[in-house]
């Protein structure tokens, strides 16, 4: 008997239809704010109205007398009952090499306030009405203080200091590269490029705000935690080992479904360590879930720094060094995160796929009383990108040689590989020449002009950009653990503690377990999202396949071995006459054979149990060209992206619909910072002017009046990793913002307006393209 | 107080409710039909989009009482009993969904437009969902789902 095997329709490379999305398109998914506890309790904060102030005191009498209301906590209450504040940066040295410091961040602030909507108070009441009614009887006695709004209020000379211990602003600074190998290259350079690059603060905005459900068992002690997190298990040990103190026992914390995360629910904010404290200090189930308003002025921020990078290029347009000064604006606390994305992270791409052998990198922190920065899409590697394709682009009209070709003669050759970079950092696999070919082939290059002529004719001004990059992935967490079970009641289960929030996991990761498998994708169950059943690091930095899904391959293999055994056994043969195939254990040449789940129900717990830990050697590093034409419309500085059009490296490719739907959701949000996205701070109060949606401009659905054309190009597998794929879900944004900006730039430089087109900064709105086009702008 | 008498998702629900509850906490909190969401306190995000006698509206915008002898349908009654509406399908078919928030009020703005429009174009899909963001899928693989549900409810 012979049957083509009909798993093979739902392996890696096959576009398997989603599992998530039954539950998901009927309306039955489990978000934190569906989840109810008997006897729940509902809290809301108060936040501080400035941008700093001394909080003198703070008055909950007339809260505590309204309707439903149980209690309110100051930043008092929890500095007496021992809370500890959040973990500062401890990596990178003040700009005169002496030690990091920076202000204390609390679970609810402490005599001082340090960015407009800070908590300042919990209020818990029986009903949401009940606790936002009371919160606005909180009397908090505040008295200002001088306001630092920005990042130029930050740096000028007489600038209010956020943190006076610090004696500056400026709380840290890195330094990459040899100066001196670097001042010689612009000495000696045919061409310098200099710009002074924005990279505008960003609102992640996941359509999901951050929730919280804590609950304590007097019995046991233990607080669990439902939340809306990418990182369960770093939630919960820094909540145990710094701010409460408790062994990390005490602590369960379990994630349902996330409506999205883009680095914005990785690391514990200060309203998950109160909202968890409060339900162990009233023995009371208590649930917070963010109004967008407080996402907006206190969830992280993403980008917010500025660049002085230069180019030296020599006659042919090779380049010699990069030389960058940053400022981020990492806002009131230097957070972990915040500071590494900005000092370490996003420079180690800041030479891209280019041979670059001299870099001069100085990268300051700066605090500010802005909301802190962390993660967001990219973190890091958008900015380092956007610089140098800003610079080439730049450079490309300055030398006169054409776009793909200045990029063509810097680029690293497949020979070079593995390459390391001038930051350390060494790539495994990349064929960036060959991706830009087709790039240009799939973007239709040589046919742009009459595209343009067409476009005048309607009175529009049309213009290509391109980017040809890399990014780095993985988070430098290479390892991680899997626990499989195969039952005997004939389903296998599988738990990883990376965490869905929208890409895709569960369909990704059942692909993987039934290439090895074999059998039908309805039989595997994946689990994510409880810390009593694993821990890990969680979903960021797009390593949950080339890390998690290596360890779901591993723990699959490991699996059919151990099976392979036990069927021996029950066949009475020896392992190495067993074949497996389709589900089924089969001495090979006879018809006698046992099913896998027979297998697993003959053993003495009924099941097959494997915990397997996999390491992959290294980060993985997707690359790709982008392409898009834009048309302009002169009367009104609208910009509409006409076509994008990418060839992308991510190694192999699980379930390509997925893959694609990562790199053109990921390009909108690159699109939207590039022309509408800002989070803007009043330069003298500190308020927050963009606090809604109303204010802050996402992309809506006109973005699909794009044609995208997503190209993925497979022939370069990691090779580091035993999938052989490379993460994928930053990729789209870190490529589409400079792809942008380049193509908005270029339809200006026809027009002739190429010295105002310089000017702009992000985001390109109607307003600010209009100038450049038709205002006094010089 | 107000005693409000209406029919969700073609159940009779007779209830007491404060004058100033909205309807989407009324659908969410009493009713425990938590397919409806709230995305933002603006009116700006279209994730607590229901039908209100089979037109699309703002669930977070509504009072309760303002429903009292409508009928609402929410993404939990928009399908066949046990089955999928031809837009639930064509939404996992195209891959216009990721994390899945904003996804009823998607389905609901289109299930309003399907039902004025039944062969809308590109442009019209676009036109009539301009109300609701979506942060993961970038939009195009929506405006397919619904393109692709309006031709399987065509019988194409």
Redesign the interface.
């Known amino acids: 008997m012979s049957s083509e095997p009909t798993y093979g329709r739902f392996g890696s490379g096959k ?1 398997v ?2 599992l ?10 489990r ?1 934190v ?2 989840v109810e506890l008997p006897g729940q309790t509902h809290l809301v904060f108060v936040r501080s109205q400035y941008a700093h102030a001394k909080i003198n005191s703070v008055d909950s009498s007339a809260a505590l007398e309204m309707p439903g209301v149980i209690a309110v906590f100051s930043g008092a209450d929890l500095v007496a009952a021992g809370v500890n504040p959040l973990p500062a940066q401890g990596m990178f040295k003040r700009p005169d090499g002496s030690a990091p410091t920076s202000p204390p961040r609390r679970a609810i602030a402490h005599e001082v306030t340090r960015f407009v909507g800070e908590p300042v108070a919990a209020v818990i009441a029986q009903t949401r ?1 009940q606790a936002k009614a009371a919160s606005e009887a909180v009397y908090v006695d505040y008295e200002e203080l001088p306001v630092v709004a920005d990042l130029n209020g930050a740096l000028a000379a007489d600038a209010p200091l956020v943190w006076e211990p610090a004696g500056s602003n400026v709380v840290a600074r890195n330094n990459h590269g040899d100066k001196a190998a670097s001042d010689a290259a612009f000495a000696k350079a045919a061409h310098v490029v200099s710009m002074h690059i924005e990279n505008q603060r960003l609102a992640p ?5 951050r929730g919280v459900l804590a609950d304590f068992d007097e019995k046991s002690g233990r607080i669990t935690i439902t939340m809306s997190t990418q990182m369960p298990t770093g939630v919960r040990n820094t909540l145990c080992d710094e701010i409460l103190k408790i062994p990390k026992e005490s602590v369960r914390v379990t994630v349902g ?4 995360g ?1 680095g914005m629910k990785t690391g514990i904010y200060p309203e998950d360590a109160a909202v968890a404290w409060c339900a162990r200090e009233l023995r009371r189930p208590v649930k917070w879930i963010a ?3 407080e996402e907006f002025l206190s969830a992280v921020h993403g980008r917010g720094m500025q660049s002085d990078a230069e180019l030296a290029l020599d006659a042919q347009g090779k380049i010699l060094a990069l030389r960058v000064r940053t400022q981020a604006n990492v806002g009131a606390y230097a957070t972990p995160t915040g500071c590494a994305i900005q000092l370490l992270i996003g420079p180690w791409v800041s030479t891209s796929i280019y041979d670059i052998p001299a870099i001069d990198f100085t990268l300051d922190a700066v605090i500010t009383n802005n909301a802190p920065t962390g993660a967001y899409r990219g973190a890091g590697r958008p900015e380092a990108i956007y610089n140098i394709e800003r610079l080439l682009d730049l450079a490309a009209r300055r030398t006169g040689i054409a776009q793909e070709e200045i990029r063509r003669r810097n680029m690293i050759s497949p020979a070079q590989m593995p390459y390391r970079n001038a930051m350390g950092q060494t790539y495994d696999s990349g064929q960036f020449e060959s991706v830009m070919n087709q790039g240009l082939k799939l973007a239709d290059w040589d046919g742009f002009e009459a595209r343009a002529a067409e476009s005048k004719a309607r009175g529009k001004l049309r213009g290509r950009g391109i980017a040809t990059f890399l990014e780095w992935t993985g988070g430098n967490a290479l390892e991680e653990r899997v626990t499989l079970t195969v039952s005997g009641d004939g389903y296998i289960e599988i738990f990883s503690a990376t965490q869905a ?4 996991i569960v369909t990704t990761y059942a692909q993987l377990a039934v290439d090895v498998f074999g059998v039908p994708i309805d039989k595997i169950r994946v689990l994510q999202g409880d810390t009593d059943r694993g821990t890990g690091f969680g979903s960021a930095g797009s390593r949950s396949l080339f890390t998690g899904g290596s360890a779901v391959k591993a723990a699959s293999v490991k699996a059919v071995d151990a099976a392979r055994q036990m069927a021996a056994d029950a066949l009475e043969a020896s392992a190495e006459d067993l074949e497996y195939a389709d589900g089924k254990f089969r001495i090979a040449g006879t018809d006698r054979e046992m099913d896998l789940f027979e297998v697993a129900g003959r053993q003495p717990d009924g099941r097959v149990y494997i915990d397997s830990t996999t390491a992959v050697q290294a980060p993985s590093w997707p690359n790709g060209c982008h392409i898009a034409e834009v048309e302009v419309d002169p009367d009104t500085g609208v910009v509409e992206v006409v076509d994008y059009a990418s060839v992308n490296d991510v190694g192999r490719v699980v379930n390509p ?2 893959v ?2 990562q790199l ?6 690159g699109i939207g910072q590039a022309l509408c996205e800002q989070i803007v701070y009043d330069p003298q109060s500190g308020q927050c002017l963009t606090a ?3 204010d802050y401009t ?9 044609r ?1 054309k997503t190209e993925l190009d497979e022939s370069t597998p990691c090779l580091t990793n035993p999938l052989g794929v490379k993460g994928v879900g930053e990729l789209g944004t870190i490529g589409a913002t400079p792809t942008v900006v380049n193509a908005v730039v270029d339809a200006l430089d026809r027009a002739g307006r190429l010295e105002q087109a310089l000017q702009m900064q992000m985001p390109l709105t109607p307003e600010r393209v209009w100038q450049a086009l038709s205002g006094s702008a010089s | 107080m107000t005693n409000i008498k209406l029919k969700v998702n073609g159940r009779d629900v007779q209830q007491d409710v404060e004058n ?1 509850l909205l309807l989407v906490d009324l659908l ?1 909190d009493r009713l425990k ?10 009116s ?2 279209g ?1 607590c989009t229901v039908l209100l006698d089979g037109r699309a509206v703002r669930s977070c915008t509504m009072l309760a009482a303002q429903a009292d002898g409508t009928e609402v349908t ?3 009654g928009l ?1 066949p009993e046990g089955g ?1 509406h031809p837009l ?1 399908q064509a ?3 195209c ?1 216009g ?8 009020g998607f ?1 609901m703005s289109a299930a309003s437009l399907l039902a004025q429009n039944p062969s809308p174009s ?1 442009e019209e899909i ?1 036109h009539a ?2 109300g ?12 397919e789902a619904v393109r692709e549900a309006a031709a399987s409810m065509n019988g194409k």
């Open positions: 576009s239809r989603r998530e999305d039954p539950t998901l398109v009927t309306g039955t998914g978000y704010d569906d009405e905005a996941p359509m999901e705000p479904d996330v409506g999205g883009f109004e967008r308003g929030m929208g890409q895709g619909m997925i694609r739907g053109e959701g990921g390009a909108v949000q809604s949606f109303l996402l992309p809506r659905v006109d973005a699909a009046a794009t995208f | 100033q969410r039909l938590t397919g409806t969401h709230v995305g933002c306190d603006t700006q995000c994730a929410t993404v939990e399908a999928l639930q939404f996992i078919d891959h969904l990721q994390c899945g928030f904003c996804t009823p389905v590109d676009r969902l301009e609701n963001l979506c942060r993961c899928t970038g939009y195009v693989n929506i405006v």
